[in-house]
């Protein structure tokens, strides 16, 4: 089972949540834990939990903490250190 918590008009979260449906895992995507159906968990022995880029990390934690009959293991990603410029005509002028 992979849980997706962001947005549901995140273009990222949702792009996540296909990533998973894709690969063959029942995926589902929460905008907070009140999203949580409990059946989903019916039988499932491995849970992974990823968020959308802007999710706020208390959402995250407050997901674990409601799965806390689970054992967590945290897999670190790659850390990315990417910059997108502002379009010029969203650059302030030069004083």
Known sequence: ??????ARNSSNSNRLREIGQESGVATYLLEDVSS????????VET?????????????VREL???????ELT???GIEEHIQ?????????AAA
């Open 64 to 70: 674990i903490e409601k799965l806390g009959a689970f």
């Open 36 to 43: 949580l159906d409990a059946k989903w968990l019916e039988g």
């Open 47 to 59: 849970v992974g939990i990823t968020a959308g880029a802007s999710t706020l990390e208390e959402l």
């Open 1 to 6: 089972l992979l849980l997706v918590v962001g």
């Open 74 to 76: 945290i897999m670190h």
């Open 84 to 92: 997108f410029k502002l379009p010029d005509q969203l650059r302030p």
